[in-house]
């Protein structure tokens, strides 16, 4: 199994799905968050919401993925219902990186 990147955290949905976040091994590596279905085969997003921020957390909440990361942007909360299709959270109140969380009613 080879992710490039450091490994912070991984999170399943209690059904099929695994996201792992993290930080980069290299500095060819542009997407630091991952999605498997077996913990063998990790794939990147087609669509990389974060760029090459660093990824400090990613957590279930019982119906969303939600991935918390550094503030060199506007957007550093994103939420998937199925750790694929992300979505950029638009009305984040936080400034600064997003170091952990427990649970986001979205």
């Given at each position: 199994?080879?992710?490039p990147?450091?490994i912070?955290?991984?999170a ?20 630091y ?6 913990l ?18 990613v ?9 918390g990361?550094?503030?060199d ?9 199925d ?7 638009n ?6 990186a ?9």
């Amino acid at each position: 199994v080879y992710i490039p990147m450091d490994i912070r955290k991984i999170a399943y949905n209690g059904k099929d799905t695994y996201v792992a976040v993290g930080s980069p091994t290299n500095s060819s590596v542009d997407t630091y968050y991952y999605y498997s279905h077996d913990l063998i085969n990790w794939v990147a997003p087609e669509i990389n919401l974060l760029g090459r921020k660093l990824i400090w957390h990613v957590e279930w909440t019982g119906s969303n993925f939600v991935i918390g990361s550094d503030n060199d942007s506007t957007v550093n909360i994103i939420y998937s219902t199925d750790g694929i299709i992300w979505t950029a959270s638009n009305n984040s109140p936080f400034t600064t990186a997003v170091y952990g969380f427990t649970s986001i009613p979205l």
